[in-house]
């Protein structure tokens, strides 16, 4: 599982949903993407030439652990058109050189004005914000 925005470390949200318990970090790590700021939290959308900073977590239970992470996203597997995020299998970069393959949330309503987070580091972007 890859999270790049308030699912990481330093927020409260996994803890929350019961889930951290089925979680293992594996690393920092960025997927192919590009990140906007949508005031409460970031969405990251696929982008070929972009790169989006994040955490990279193994799971021991994927069936909970997917099922919670669903309705905290608002993904809806049998209405994905309706769905705030689909989650996807992606390509991740370790930190490091190594790659594997990770589910992320990518955002699937439209961004408005939402402003891009070029440097694709959410924790980094709410530091100077």
Not at 13 to 29: C, Q, T, V, W
């Amino acid at each position: 599982m890859f999270f790049y925005g308030t699912l990481m470390t330093g927020f409260d949200r996994r803890r929350r949903a019961g889930i951290d318990h089925n979680l293992r970090y594996l690393g920092r790590s960025c997927i192919q993407a590009a990140l906007f700021d949508l005031g409460i939290y970031p969405a990251a959308v696929p982008d070929p030439e972009g790169r989006v900073w994040g955490e990279l977590y193994a799971m021991a239970n994927p069936q909970e652990v997917l099922a919670a992470l669903d309705g905290i996203e608002g993904y809806r597997p049998d209405e994905p058109d309706a769905s705030l995020y689909i989650r996807r299998e992606a390509p991740v970069a370790l930190e490091g050189g190594a790659s594997d393959t990770a589910w992320v949330y990518f955002y699937n309503a439209p961004l408005g004005r939402a402003e891009r987070i070029h440097s694709g580091d959410y924790l980094a972007h709410l530091k100077i914000k």
